[in-house]
């Protein structure tokens, strides 16, 4: 009798997922067992893919020009989650300082520019940094386009690194911000009142209370940044100019220009593998937050 | 529960500055769409031109048109789908059910570019002609996870007790479902079905590998424009569409304070 209601219920459930789980083994699992099986072939003479096994597009990948674009992606990337999160935590630990009230509507101005198209976001600031822009502008009118100011003018114009990483720190600044706030908000303020009653100075009790505690928010908004951050290729396309080549850019050209889909899907299995890593060694380390979850 | 210490001055001056951070360039994106003059960012006078430009172009309307079937088509399915998973997954015990966990978070962990490639890859082995269709495929697959994570969080936060006193009174368990369950979990679900929405309007990378010829949708769109020489009515068309999404969001906030 309970075995029997047991396996009904395992049968309802199996057949509530089964569209989800058919959806994804088809259209995501194997695509990308696919795109594991391709990067061990060879380009063909036409742009084809001959399936052999051979492992010269990984040789390739490490070649001098190819590394550098990797260590490249990877330190824009860490530099666009170093500034997130600098940016980003006081601006959290603020909004979950204020009035409940206004808590939630600054939550909503910072997600405002989030829902708008990240195509526009970009825009934005291509406006701002070109060299006729406004930045350029402004500073010509205070005087400020000389000397130094020239100099750091010129680190952050359109169609340099600069600009690059300016422009995916406001493209990533909510990701980091959501999940610190959720961390700084569930903050029971009693525990900092009864580090303050056994003598903690307040930025003490900071270091001590608040920053431990919201380690699952800063290891969650670290995860959401630096990953898009990875394979961005937008970016350095509009922003960059040519002088920025990440390793998304290689692995599009591959399949949309080049068409050697066998060395870019050996790319894009090294920038899989390199995310999944540092997801990796983040979650194991710090344990998986739920605040991962939108 | 005791008085939070309000936060202090320098604090909330650094506020400011972010919020300007986050404002200006899309205030100046604005206003530079009324500029009379096509490149300068001096403003030399006040126009409505571009946005008549943009109305009298055809292939603006066009992928206007491509977009919206896609994200309203994706959206239906993967809510539906999604919601049905959730259920699933919080409410029963089957076997593969850690796979089926696992497989929900890949897309939420692997790179947009990788996923684009991957789907590239196997509509061109298997024979599918890009296209709208295939657009709305990889649209689903990526939207799918989202939706059930959201639902997942509110079924998580539900009691039970009312479920139970339904069937109790004799509702069987499709009724229960109709007139309890999903009433309940509705707010979880139209969250889902935001995000869905938006993050397929969005979306450019994983389109622009699975679209064919015919099936431009308005971020394609978008970027082209920006390739090319730009114009004001990239302007006038952002801030269209910030517009839009504010309204949406206004009214889905209004919406989900009466509900609760």
Redesign the interface.
């Known amino acids: 009798m309970l075995k029997a209601i047991r396996e009904r219920l395992s049968l309802q459930g199996l057949i509530l997922i089964s569209p989800t789980m058919f959806w994804l083994i088809v259209f995501l699992l194997v695509p990308l067992v696919l795109i594991v099986v391709i990067s061990f072939g060879a380009r063909g003479i036409y742009g084809n893919v001959e399936y052999t096994f051979n492992l010269d597009n990984y040789a390739r990948l490490f070649d001098k020009g190819y590394a550098s674009i990797l260590w490249d992606s990877i330190w824009i990337a860490l530099m666009t989650t170093v500034f997130c999160l600098l940016a980003g935590y006081p601006l959290s630990y603020y909004i979950a300082r204020t009035h409940p009230v206004r808590r939630s509507l600054l939550m909503f101005l910072v997600l405002v520019p989030f829902w708008t198209n990240f195509l526009i976001r970009i825009y934005a600031w291509m406006i701002i940094l070109r060299g006729e822009g406004v930045l350029n502008a402004v500073m010509t009118a205070l005087g400020l386009m000389q000397g130094p100011g020239q100099w750091l003018f010129e680190q952050i114009q359109l169609y340099t690194p600069g600009a690059v990483l300016i422009s995916m720190v406001y493209e990533f600044f909510p990701f980091m911000i959501l999940p610190l706030y959720t961390s700084l908000e569930k903050l029971d303020p009693a525990l900092l009142e009864a580090a303050a009653d056994l003598g903690a100075r307040p930025w003490r009790a900071f270091l001590r209370v608040t920053l431990p505690l919201s380690v699952p928010g800063i290891i969650a908004g670290s995860i959401l940044v630096f990953i898009p951050a990875m394979g961005m290729f937008v970016v350095p396309d509009l922003i960059g100019g040519a002088k920025t080549v990440l390793v998304g850019n290689l692995i599009r050209n591959q399949f949309l220009t080049a068409r050697d889909w066998p060395f870019g899907a050996a790319a894009s299995m090294v920038l899989m593998l390199l995310t999944l890593g540092v997801t990796l060694i983040y979650t194991r380390t710090f344990g998986f937050g739920e605040e991962l979850v939108p | ?7 202090g001055r320098g ?2 001056v ?2 400011i500055i ?2 300007t ?6 205030f ?2 604005i206003l ?1 769409s009324f500029n009379t003059s096509k ?4 403003m030399e006078g006040v126009t409505l031109k571009w946005y008549g430009d943009l109305f009298n172009d055809k292939a603006i309307w066009e992928s206007t048109r491509n977009t919206l079937i896609v994200a309203t088509t994706s959206t239906i399915v993967s809510t539906v ?2 919601t ?2 959730a ?3 919080q ?7 850690g796979f ?1 966990e696992a ?2 978070y ?10 684009g ?6 509509f061109g ?1 298997t024979g599918f002609t890009l296209g709208l269709p295939t657009i709305i ?2 649209h ?2 990526f939207s ?1 996870p ?1 939706v ?3 639902v ?2 509110r079924l998580q936060g539900m009691d039970r007790a009312v479920e139970e006193a339904a069937m109790d009174l004799g509702a069987n368990e499709v009724v229960t479902f109709w007139r309890i369950t999903l009433p309940l979990i509705m707010p979880g679900v139209l969250s889902g079905a935001l ?1 869905a929405f ?1 993050l397929s ?2 979306d ?2 994983i389109t ?2 699975t679209a064919g010829p015919g099936s431009t949708t ?2 394609l769109r ?2 082209s424009m ?2 090319q020489a ?1 114009t004001p009515k ?2 006038a068309l ?1 801030s269209l ?2 517009l839009v ?2 309204i949406v ?1 206004v009214a889905s ?1 209004r919406l989900g304070a009466r509900k609760t």
């Open positions: 529960m005791s008085e939070r210490a309000r936060p604090l909330t650094y506020a972010a919020y951070y986050l404002y200006l360039p899309i100046f994106l530079f490149f300068s960012v001096k789908i999604g049905a998973a259920i699933s997954l409410r029963y015990n089957f076997r593969g059910k089926s497989t929900l890949i897309p939420v962990i692997i790179p947009e570019v990788v996923m490639i991957a789907l590239l890859a196997f082995q495929i990889a689903i697959a799918i989202f059930a994570l959201t997942r969080a995000l938006t309007l969005d450019y990378i622009l590998f308005l971020p978008v970027f920006l390739k730009v990239v302007n952002s569409w910030i999404i504010l969001l906030q």
